[in-house]
Nanobody, 124 residues
């Protein structure tokens, strides 16, 4: 499966953004879709994940209550709605996919497909 992420930009602290990740290719399968982020000089960090077939959602503690991951099956798209953004959320955001949900969903090494990053910058 190929992934195309978009929606990043510059926003003031307290603002909102919605990222999109469109999947193409062999999208028939019960995938796990996730968002990760990576700031300069830091390791790639798990943000949120969902099971494409439904029933599983997970968030990093740092974004819980502020970010929402969702999907539109008809559009083969996963979204990350981000609210109450703060400068610490500034990062390059990536979407990722793997076949089947895993209990190790927080680990970037579990994912086999990656989209290009989309930059999110939050000004104070």
């Amino acid at each position: 499966v190929q992934l195309q992420a978009s929606g990043g930009g510059l926003v003031q602290a307290g603002g909102s953004l919605r990222l999109s990740c469109v999947a193409s290719g062999d999208t028939n399968g019960d995938y796990a879709l996730a968002w990760f982020r990576q700031a300069p000089g830091k390791e790639r960090e798990f943000v949120a994940a969902l099971r494409w077939g439904g029933g599983r959602y997970a968030y990093a503690d740092s974004v819980k209550g502020r970010f929402t991951i969702s999907r539109d099956n008809a559009k083969n798209t996963v979204y990350l709605q981000m609210s109450s953004l703060n400068p610490e959320d500034s990062s390059l955001y990536y979407c990722a996919a793997r076949i089947r949900w895993t209990t190790n969903y927080r680990s970037a090494t579990e994912y086999t497909s990656w989209g290009q990053g989309t930059q999110v910058t939050v000004s104070s």
